[in-house]
C-alpha cells in the first residue's frame, strides 16, 4: 500500500484539492490503469495550481512536491504517451458516467451517485490536458456537475431525486452510446502499454514509411511531454529535475 500525500494543501490550492485527493485514492488502488489516471489527476492539478495567482512559497513547494511525485510515477510505471494516455482517460471518464447514470435512471441515486458524478465531471476535466473536449465529453462534463449537486439538494430537502435532468440529452443510447462503444476498451489499451508495441503493429500490414512516421511523431510527442515537464520543475526552482527531464527529452528527439 502507497503512502497518501504527506504534505497539507495550502489555503490558496483548497479550490483544486479534488485533484490531488483523487489522485491519491486511485494511487492506492493498485491496479495500473487506476495509476495512470492518478497521474494524469495530478497532473492536472499541476497545471493549474501553476497558473493561480499570486503562488506563495507554500503553494510552491506543494507543487514541487506533487512533480517529484509524477517523476516517481514515471520510474515505478510504463506512463503512456499522450495519444494512449488520451484514449484511456477518455475511456475510464465516460465508463463511470455511464455507471452513475445507469444508477439514476432507474431512479437509485443517492450521496453515492451524488460522488460518482462529481468524479465523472473531475475525469472529464482531466481530458483538457490533451487538447479541447469533444461536444460529447463536454456534454456530459457538464452533466455530471448538475448532476451530483441536484442530487444532493434533494436529499438536503427530504425528496426523491429525479432521473435525469432537464434540458440535456439521453444518455442511455443512440448515438452518445455508439461513441462511447467505438473507444477501444480501457482493458486494450492497458495490454499494449505493458506488452512490446512492434509486435502488435507487425501484426497489422503497415506501410513501413507510415510506421516510421508514426514512430518518429511519437518520440517528438514524448520529447514534448518531457519539455513541458522540464518547464514546470523549473517554475518550481527543481532545476536538477528540470536537468533530467530536458535530457531525456533531447534523447527521444529522431
Known sequence: VRKRMSIEIPPSFKIISRYFKRADDLENSNDQESFIISYFC???????????????RDGQKFLAFHLSKLEECKKTHDIPPSHEAKKL????????????YEVDMKGQSDRGTSKDFFQAGLYFDILNQFGELSPECAQ????????????????????TPTPGLPGFSDFSGGESDA?????????????????DPSKEKSEKKVNPKIAERQKKQGLVDDAVEYARFALRALEFDERELAKERLRHALNCLP
Not at 179 to 195: G, M
Request: glycine content about 4%; overall charge positive; some cysteine.
Open 42 to 56: 495530478r497532473l492536472q492539478g499541476i497545471t493549474i495550481g501553476s497558473k493561480l495567482p499570486d503562488l506563495d
Open 89 to 100: 482517460c477518455t475511456e475510464f471518464a465516460k465508463t463511470k458516467f455511464k455507471e452513475a
Open 140 to 159: 456530459k462534463k457538464i452533466y455530471s456537475n448538475k448532476k451530483a449537486t441536484a442530487i444532493i439538494m434533494a436529499i438536503k430537502e427530504g425528496k
Open 179 to 195: 461513441n462511447l462503444n467505438a473507444i477501444e476498451p480501457t482493458s486494450l489499451i492497458i495490454k499494449k502499454i505493458e506488452t
